[in-house]
């Protein structure tokens, strides 16, 4: 019955590899997100969507293409990932200005 | 733009004492706040959010925290620490015109000691 989920919730791959982290909201919020947390816990956005239409795009490497299939589902998808791309990924799904955030999904570059 | 600073990457308190973890904020708009506290290798849960209703906001767990226009800060306190409260604490704003993403600060650590 989770509000907000991920999949998976650890990866780990070689540089240069191509991978998608799934989300999916069962909330039935019109906007979603997905944050970047870095080493040191930092929370940055990466994009937001509304009603499946790509709102903001916070200067993310255009090897991050997000895609949202429908209002319930937003995929992160990364093409030739590098070293730097190691963090923990947080889907998340707001309605009236509130976050709720899934468990998130530690990528690890080796 | 919107900003937040928390003061103290981390704080040690003991248990039963005082909690008070500092959010102090900028922004060109009335703002929404929150607070978010993360376990360890868990997501963000939402302790409490300002949403220009009641300045003394009452989260889960016994969490509050108190908005103050002036002083633009929003900071956490909790009467009685427990050890279960050892997490990171992040403060976050947003405008309060919709759906606009959440701004974060750099979060503080709280630990508490037995």
């Known amino acids: 019955d989770t509000a907000v989920s991920q999949t998976p919730k650890y990866l780990v791959t070689q540089m240069g590899n191509d991978k998608s982290i799934k989300c999916e909201q069962n909330?039935?919020?019109?906007?979603m997100y997905w944050y970047k947390q870095d080493s040191k816990k930092f929370l940055k956005i990466m994009f937001s969507?509304?009603?499946?239409?790509?709102?903001i795009n916070e200067t993310v490497p255009n090897r991050f293409s997000p895609k949202s299939p429908d209002k319930a589902h937003l995929n992160l998808h990364i093409n030739s990932l590098e070293l730097g791309d190691s963090a923990v990924y947080f889907c998340?799904?707001?309605?009236?200005?509130?976050?709720?955030f899934g468990q998130g999904t530690r990528l690890t570059v080796v | 733009a919107q900003s937040v600073t928390q003061l103290g990457s981390h704080v040690s308190v003991s248990e039963g004492a005082l909690v008070l973890l500092r959010c102090n904020y900028s922004?060109?708009?009335?703002?929404?706040l929150f607070w978010y506290v993360q376990y360890p290798n868990q997501g963000l849960q939402l302790l409490l959010k300002y949403t220009s209703a009641a300045t003394l906001v009452k989260g889960i767990n016994g969490f509050e925290a108190e908005f103050k226009k002036s002083e633009t800060s929003f900071h956490l306190t909790k009467p009685s620490a427990h050890m279960s409260d050892a997490a990171e604490y992040f403060c976050?704003?947003?405008?309060?015109?919709?759906?606009?993403?959440?701004?974060f600060g750099k979060g503080t650590r709280l630990s508490v000691i037995a």
């Open positions: 998340a799904s707001s309605r009236s200005g509130v976050a709720f």
């Open positions: 909330l039935g919020h019109d906007t």
């Open positions: 922004s060109s708009v009335p703002p929404y």
């Open positions: 969507y509304n009603n499946k239409e790509l709102i």
């Open positions: 976050a704003v947003s405008e309060n015109s919709g759906n606009t993403p959440l701004v």
